[in-house]
């Protein structure tokens, strides 16, 4: 199956990048970064959850690119960078990140970490990490959770909280079946168990391609890693200002997950739960998403910025 599955047209293609690079990690991994808009503009970095890649983002990359430098990576196995050797940690979410920032950010340089998903899972699994400290002014977690996600998922439905359920939901996030091409009924299974009800054909069609797209052994390999995640303490770590995004009828993250996280931060600017929506936010509300990383790279980038400009005046 090819990895490069997303759609061509529309909103949800992704804009070409004014630069490639591939990035090594701590272990020696690969991973396909990309830059996109003017050098000078306020930095983002975006990290993708689990079975997605760099087109996930291909909504805010295109209209933040406009006067922002957007970063956006593929998390290791997933788009174009390799699948390294299993098992797979949060320890290597955590490198990834670093790598890229190194890699893509001057010293100090400030910059709006967005993470969705698994991103927002390597955000926290990377808290307290130099790179982070270094370069963080501002951080959106985005349809996320730092522990408990297949006992509070809801993907496998008309089950109450327990063990057969919890059981059921472990079979079904870690099964090892291909999910071949993209075909009506997979687009019903996707919608059903990642967005919201009222997501429109182009919408699920766009999610639909970009996890179709993702290697049945890396899906598999991350999923193992998403069933045991306990990054709680790196939640307690993230003094930077922090902002939460989640739907409400999300049922991979339920929003119990994204109230949790909200409550345990140290420097939480917010909490949004956008009403009827499911786990794949950034594509089922781009203008929402969109519009939390502008404010606060327009109050912890450029005002910061300003400020300073006026105290050396």
């Known amino acids: 199956m090819s990895r490069l599955m997303h759609v061509r047209t529309g909103p949800y293609a992704p804009p070409v990048a004014a630069e490639e690079l591939t990035v090594t990690s701590a272990d020696g991994a690969r991973l396909h970064v990309e830059v996109h808009g003017p050098a000078d503009g306020p930095a983002v970095v975006l990290a993708h959850g689990w079975t997605c890649s760099t087109a996930f983002w291909a909504a805010q990359t295109r209209a933040l690119a406009t006067d922002h430098r957007v970063i956006v990576y593929d998390q290791r196995g997933h788009g174009r960078s390799p699948a390294a050797e299993v098992p797979y ?16 950010l001057a010293p100090g340089r400030p910059a709006v970490l967005a993470g969705h998903s698994m991103g927002g899972m390597t955000l926290m699994a990377a808290a307290g990490r130099a790179k982070v400290a270094e370069h963080a002014a501002a951080l959106l977690l985005c349809s996320t959770g730092s522990s408990r996600l297949v006992a509070e998922s809801t993907v496998v439905p008309l089950l109450p909280p327990g063990g057969l359920r919890t059981r059921l939901t472990r079979a079904v996030l870690g099964s090892k079946a291909p999910l071949g091409p993209v075909t009506p009924v997979g687009k ?19 999610c639909a391609r970009i996890v179709h797209a993702c290697p049945r052994g890396v899906r598999h390999g991350w999923s193992q890693v998403l069933e045991q995640l306990q990054v709680d303490a790196g939640v307690g770590e993230l003094t930077m200002p922090v902002a939460v995004l989640a739907g409400t009828a999300d049922r991979m993250t339920p929003v119990v997950l994204a109230r949790r996280i909200a409550a345990a931060l140290p420097n939480c600017v ?6 009827g929506l499911g786990h794949m936010t950034p594509i089922e509300a781009p203008e929402a998403v969109t519009g939390r990383i502008r404010e606060l790279s327009r109050t912890y980038i450029q005002v910061e910025k300003d400020r300073e400009g006026v105290d050396a005046a």
């Open 188 to 206: 019903k299974v996707l919608r059903y168990a990642t967005m919201g009800p009222g997501s429109s054909p182009d919408k699920v069609e766009a």
């Open 89 to 104: 940690t949060t320890q290597m979410l955590a490198d990834d990140l670093e790598a890229v920032l190194g890699a893509t």
């Open 270 to 275: 917010g909490l949004t739960e956008l009403p």
